[in-house]
């Protein structure tokens, strides 16, 4: 085995995707193929199994989607980088996937010679972002930092308990029909709980409520209790 090849897995739900990427890649210097896998769940039993450098990873497929696997395959092989490569430009889908432990989130608008330089720039330990979810999130961080500015001699704002589950699910990624059956109530009561929120927060977005939340500790997350 060649240690200069960098070993890739791409999961995507879409066949044709995956064939024609992964012949694309078969192209070019340094890098393997080693397998595909149609959902979170076979990613994640190929990662197991074969242990790739890099997994080019949708964000929503069956069974698992891509941000629940990355997060399981980081627990399982650290070393493993994972890019994300999706049409999904929402910014609660970056957040989340940078949280699992993602080191690179690409739009599939990028050219076949951009995912080939992501792969080899992720493999040795950089850090990729498509330009339009960077300058996103960049404006998520600069809008917080001068909020928290304007805020530092504020009182937290009075969220009730309700409030409050709905900002821990949402900081799971969990989008308003997803919070509406965990709480067991509609999802027009889940979405105004939501504008409430924000509005309380002084917010704009939910990525941005979510990142509040948890730089004020007003919710506790997985991290925290582990």
Do not use: W
Request: charged share 25%; with cysteine.
């Amino acid at each position: 085995m060649n240690s200069d090849l960098v070993r890739v897995l791409i999961a995507d739900d879409h066949a044709v995707f995956r064939r024609g990427l992964s012949a694309v890649l078969a192209t070019e210097e340094g890098i393997e193929v080693v397998a595909e896998a149609q959902d979170g769940e076979e990613a994640l039993a190929r990662c197991t199994e074969l242990a790739p450098d890099v997994v080019l990873m949708d964000v929503r497929m069956p069974r698992l989607s891509g941000i629940d696997a990355t997060q399981a395959i980081r627990s399982l092989s650290p070393t493993t980088r994972i890019l994300m490569l999706t049409v999904s430009d929402e910014e609660t889908d970056l957040y989340q996937a940078i949280k699992a432990g993602a080191s690179g989130y690409l739009l599939k608008e990028v050219s076949a010679d951009q995912v080939a330089d992501a792969i080899r720039a992720v493999n040795n330990g950089q850090s990729l972002l498509s330009p339009s979810m960077a300058a996103k999130l960049l404006t998520e961080f600069n809008s917080l930092a001068r909020r928290a500015e304007a805020r530092q001699q504020l009182p937290a704002p009075n969220l009730t308990d309700r409030e409050l589950q709905v900002l821990t699910l949402l900081a799971r990624g969990l989008r308003n029909a997803a919070i509406a059956e965990q709480l067991y109530i509609s999802e027009n009561t889940a979405k105004n709980h939501v504008r409430n929120i924000l509005e309380k927060l002084h917010l704009h977005s939910r990525m941005q409520a979510v990142m509040y939340a948890m730089r004020e500790h007003l919710i506790e997350t997985d991290d925290a209790k582990g």
